[in-house]
């Protein structure tokens, strides 16, 4: 592959692009320098590159990645919840303020949502599940994680 700006077809240009995004995704720490190497272009394609899937909206973000067991976090549940009430389905906002709540995702089948939550103990648990309760006005249904294999593996 060539160091300029533009590979010769136009199917390379998607390829080094995602090889770039890949890159990333597995180190968002590595310098242009290192992507460079990686994808065969100059240190300048390559920050025009990443710059442009940024632009694009592809690159979203750059974040640490942390031990929840090493911050005091080490129960992470996934809690199922369903309104009580078929009119209202504003739980996302209303529970937007809950830190131990990881992640939100609307869904398909019996249950509207499923959150992804990590908290210190069973009883910090417990008063979570009451507080979903209370502030969204949702039934839950939870699964406790006994042990994770892989978790936030890159799409690419």
């Known amino acids: 592959m060539s160091s300029s700006n533009s590979p010769a077809e136009p199917g390379a240009a998607v390829d080094v692009d995602r090889a770039l995004m890949a ?14 190497e990686r994808v065969g272009l100059s240190v300048s394609a390559v920050h025009q590159r990443v710059r ?10 750059y974040r640490a990645t942390l031990d929840a ?40 089948g019996v249950e509207s949502y499923i959150l992804k ?10 008063a979570l599940l009451r507080e979903i309760r209370s502030v ?15 978790e936030a593996r890159p799409p690419i």
């Open 69 to 108: 067991t090493q911050i005091g976090l080490p129960l992470t549940a996934f809690v199922s919840i369903t309104p009580t009430d078929a009119q209202t389905d504003d739980a996302p906002a209303l529970l937007a303020h809950l830190e131990a709540i990881e992640e939100c995702h609307a869904v398909a």
């Open 23 to 36: 890159a990333l995704a597995r180190d968002g720490r590595a310098s242009y320098t290192e992507l460079a």
């Open 136 to 150: 969204a006005n949702v039934r839950t249904r939870t699964t406790v994680v006994l042990s994770t294999s892989y």
């Open 117 to 126: 939550v990590r908290v210190a103990s069973p009883d910090a648990l417990e």
């Open 52 to 61: 442009r899937l940024e632009q694009r909206g592809l690159i979203t973000g």
